[in-house]
């Protein structure tokens, strides 16, 4: 129940085009829901976050879309570029008893 | 911008053999954890530490694993005896605030047993 899914493992994109990654969740006491971003042989850095009570996020190129009774949420890249290429990872809280629940991470290639 | 910083970068050690990881969170922050990520999967969390003590732990952190606020700027992760599988990189993080749980993460220690 404390786990989080994502996929797909990795994903190619073209330059210009939209990088969709999606989690799933269980645990329904999970109220924040924050992406982070890693490029290798650095720490995840804190993208872009959410909580429950919108259904959508959007912070420049990168939006998170929620669905609470589906316990699904997703990060949209738009515009997708070969910078943006880095392991991604959701993760998933609960506010006042953290820590983060990461899902697996997904690889994305951004080609030119 | 402030980051948080860990030392060493790289940490080899023979398996059997103590380590210390140390890590200076950002300096207004009151919630510091320890995560770990073996090569090529999901971070993993390992422990949280607020007020001088420890408020959760997960599996991983059993009684080889301790953690310590010994001043008032640095936060340490002890391996009392290191073994093969402890081999991952060690993510230090803190947060200013728990209801906000944005964590900021240091580049990491890699430590590899041998």
């Not at chain 1, 969740?25 to 992406?35: C, I, L, S, V």
């Not at chain 1, 971003?37 to 929620?66: H, N, W």
């Not at chain 2, 059997?16 to 990881?21: A, C, P, R």
């Not at chain 2, 090569?39 to 422990?47: A, P, S």
Request: glycine share 6%; proline share 5%.
């Amino acid at each position: 129940q404390q786990q989080v899914k994502q996929s797909p493992q990795s994903l190619i994109v073209q330059k210009g085009g939209i990088s969709i990654i999606n989690c799933a969740y269980e645990n329904t006491a999970f109220d924040y829901f924050p992406w982070y971003q890693q490029f290798p042989g650095k720490g995840p850095a804190l993208l872009i976050a959410i909580r429950p009570d919108v259904s959508e996020k959007k912070e420049g190129r990168f939006t998170i879309s929620f669905n609470k009774s589906a316990k699904q949420f997703s990060l949209h890249i738009m515009d997708s570029q070969p910078g943006d290429s880095a392991t991604y990872f959701c993760a998933a809280s609960i506010i006042r008893n953290t820590p983060l629940v990461f899902g697996k991470g997904t690889r994305l290639s951004v080609i030119a | 911008e402030p980051e948080v910083t860990q030392t060493p970068s790289h940490q080899v050690t023979q398996m059997g053999q103590e380590v210390i990881l140390r890590c200076v969170p950002i300096s207004n922050h009151l919630y510091f954890y320890w995560y770990r990520q073996i090569l090529g999967q999901k971070v993993e969390f390992l422990v949280s530490f607020y007020n001088n003590e420890i408020s959760e732990k997960s599996e991983i952190f059993d009684d080889q694993f301790s953690v310590e606020r010994p001043d008032g700027s640095n936060f340490t992760l002890k391996i009392r005896s290191t073994k093969l599988e402890d081999s991952a990189m060690y993510f230090c993080a803190s947060s200013a605030d728990s209801a906000v749980s944005a964590a900021f993460f240091g580049q990491g220690t890699r430590l590899t047993v041998v």
